[in-house]
């Protein structure tokens, strides 16, 4: 688990740097705003339908193999970038080709990479090891940005994508070397072979080929994305947990975008002032990272608590008559929003059998995706009618008042999927899993 927190490390400082002067590199050559919208939209979209079938391989495949390949992969687009901006012979349409390729590899990819590091930890210990994954998140995030700069400063922007391909590279170079946690569900092997039951007294003895519910299911059955899809709609825990990250994703995520025009406009602050609410909102990520990794049990309540918390913060945030006053609320919104995003994230990785969870989470990349592209133009135009204090402060209220009016159709024995029951048994009647177990 160190030698995978650290190759994390290096990998999201690695892309970080590529994010960091990839804007400019498309400014550089079109000379359009609007461009550079379009090669991020590209790069997304292959995830609002893709997902599912990444999440399908990744429960059909080797995890291991694939999370190899896809790593290995996604460097070698890195370095085929870096030698086209350095002979001149990147254009806007390679440019969205390769983009394109690397948002459909990535819907294999993150799945993949998700699910491995949880595998290295026993079962206990998996929302643990997604926190410490946060951590490193926000960590290479910081590293990345301020060493991008560094980087097109003296070495130029094809040292920047050079550099995120090595990180992919020794990202694959130390996959090969982990083992799996003792006890922890691994998947059955692509080739047909079997994996191992978990704390089984015979070594390598195969999975039953009725397995109970919640262990592995035997391979090549039930792999479908439609089973996936379906596991998804019926766990009302599940679309509840998509609710209320969409809404709050829509309404209150978009800080580079609010938190910017407030900055900008009614606070009369610069560049430099945004650069430190930037700052602060990496900082309380990475509290929220330590705190969130504490947690051994979270729940879509606690989920839904967190982020209404989050939204009156927010509220708040928008009467701030100073900069000053707004660093005061950055910090605590950063940090509840850090901690929330964890225990969500716990939820989702635990909550289905592990022969299921790649295609959960490729449904949950479709979904995420979806109101990804679609938040920023919305919050965009409720910025337009209302300004940035009335877009902080109405969304705000949009967040806080969807979760409290979930809470009370709950209390009042109300099915509707918007905060849910968390039952001890599904739809179908299988027990409801709360750890990786």
Known sequence: MRWWSVANFVSNA????????QN??????????????????????????????????VD????????SVSQALLGAIAFTTAVLVATGGLNLTVL????????????????????LGNDL?????VPSAIGVGSLVHSAGRLAGAALGGITVGFLGTAAAYAAN??????????????????????????????????????????VPKSPAPGGPAPVG??????????????????????????????????????????????????????GTVST?????????????????????????????????????AGFSPSFAVLLVMVLPMAVVESVSDTAGTTVLQTDPPAHLRGRVLGVWGSVSTAWGLGGPPALGLLMELAGARGALVSGGLIIAGSIGAGFLLRRHGNAAPVLVREDARDVAGQPALSTAA
């Not at 590899?105 to 699910?115: E, K, N, Q």
């Not at 909102?281 to 967190?306: D, F, H, N, Q």
């Open 24 to 57: 400019l590199l498309v400014l550089q050559i079109t000379g359009s705003a609007a461009a550079t919208g379009l090669s991020m939209s590209v790069q997304a979209a292959p995830a609002l339908l893709m997902s599912l079938v990444g999440g399908a391989a």
């Open 280 to 316: 602060v909102l990496a900082v309380g990520g990475i509290i929220g990272a330590v705190l969130g990794a504490r947690l051994r049990k979270p729940s879509v309540r606690l989920v839904g608590m967190l982020a209404a918390a989050g939204a009156l913060l927010q509220v708040v």
């Open 121 to 125: 930890v026993p079962p206990e210990d």
């Open 14 to 21: 690695g892309t970080w740097m590529q994010l960091t002067v």
């Open 221 to 274: 059955e039930n792999m479908t994305v439609r089973q996936g899809l379906a596991y998804f709609m019926r766990r009302p825990r599940l679309v509840a947990l998509a609710g209320i990250t969409g809404v709050s994703a829509v309404f209150g995520r978009n800080y580079n975008l609010t938190l910017a025009v407030l900055v900008t406009g009614p606070l009369a602050g610069g560049a430099g002032s945004f």
């Open 165 to 206: 391909g090595l990180s992919f590279l020794f990202v694959a170079s130390v996959i090969p070397f982990l083992r799996p946690a003792y006890g922890a569900l691994r998947q059955a092997a692509g080739d047909g072979s079997v994996a191992p039951v978990p704390n089984s007294p015979v070594p390598n003895s195969p």
């Open 96 to 115: 969205m080709g390769l983009a394109a390729v690397t948002g459909v590899i990535a819907t294999v990819d993150g799945p993949a990479c998700a699910l």
């Open 60 to 67: 059909r495949w080797p995890r291991k193999l694939t999370a």
